[in-house]
């Protein structure tokens, strides 16, 4: 399975990586009609393939970032019941279009329902999603999802530390009345190289203001040009990327453990999560940020009060 899902990511299933950059090209000159055109002419070649119904879920997301809501609950219905009905004779994550697709679904059902001023309906939904698909690489995109609705003014996840880089990581109750920013990485993620050093300059800024960073990060199963590897030659190969793209902040402690990433959601790297002096979550942002946005968001929870 992971030879087909290195595959994906690198390109090389050239037919599927054409058909969704011309559907997505289409969706962003608001030419639906030609993007259902062209998936409708590779269903009439091919069949309703993983790669038809991976293209065909760019429409609901297209239709929801333009806020047609309705459109898009139609679309993701659509992509639901095709891809259910293909896993009728293969399981989830046989492959990798079939599992990205209707994860798109899923997250444009919720996205449409709390557009349409229903978010308490579309959390409902995705915990629903989470528990049907709990044991499956679809877990983390569900809860991405359901922290995106509903994680911001909570109470956060307690971190798996029992494994880690760096110093002991502390508890969330050790570090009440600081401000907390989580950094969820990954050794191979060029988004998290960008981010490391703007935290680092964040760090310095802040810290004798009350924030503190803390980097968790997780074994893939492999180590540089996608070669296989056990937790014993990750681990070393983790510290090293640390080390070297990192530097900044090679002193911050960095729980090393799958199960963080499960809760927090975080199957977008960088995923950047802020918590308040009071410990609640007061920002949940997969994706990395810049250096001006950060600043704005740990400016705003610095300037808040500890209660008791």
């Not at 046989?94 to 990205?100: G, I, N, R, V, Y």
Request: proline share 5%; net charge positive; aromatic share 8%.
């Amino acid at each position: 399975m992971r030879t087909a899902v290195l595959a994906f990511l690198l390109g090389t299933s050239s037919l599927s990586a054409a058909l969704v950059s011309d559907v997505r090209e289409l969706i962003g000159k608001d030419d639906f009609a030609g993007a259902e055109a062209l998936i409708r002419k590779h269903i009439g070649s091919s069949g309703k393939t993983p790669e038809a119904i991976l293209a065909f879920s760019w429409l609901g997301r297209g239709a929801v970032g333009l806020k047609r809501y309705d459109k898009a609950l139609a679309y993701a219905e659509t992509t639901r019941a095709d891809c259910l009905s293909a896993l009728r004779t293969r399981k989830l994550d046989d492959e990798p279009q079939l599992p990205t697709a209707l994860g798109a679904s899923i997250e444009v059902h919720a996205q449409a329902l709390s557009g349409k001023g229903a978010r308490s309906e579309g959390v409902s939904f995705l915990k629903a999603e989470l528990k049907r698909w709990h044991g499956t690489s679809m877990r983390t995109r569900i809860q991405k999802n359901i922290h995106l609705l509903s994680l911001v003014g909570t109470r956060p996840p307690a971190l798996e530390t029992a494994e880690y880089f760096g110093p002991r990581p502390p508890s969330f109750a050790q570090l009440k009345g600081k401000a907390v920013l989580l950094f969820f990485w990954a050794h191979w993620c060029a988004d998290c190289k960008y981010q490391g050093p703007i935290l680092a300059q964040l760090r310095d800024k802040y810290a004798s203001k009350g924030l503190v960073l803390l980097a968790p990060t997780q074994y893939y199963g492999y180590v540089a040009g996608g070669e296989e590897a056990p937790a014993a030659k990750e681990r070393p190969y983790i510290d090293q990327v640390r080390r070297q793209h990192y530097a900044g902040l090679v002193d911050v402690s960095a729980p090393l453990s799958q199960e963080n990433f499960r809760i927090y959601g975080a199957s977008t790297t960088p995923t950047l999560v802020l918590l308040d002096r009071n410990g609640l979550v007061a920002m949940y942002h997969p994706g990395r940020m810049t250096y001006e946005e950060l600043a704005n968001e740990i400016d705003r929870v610095l300037g808040q009060k500890a209660t008791d």
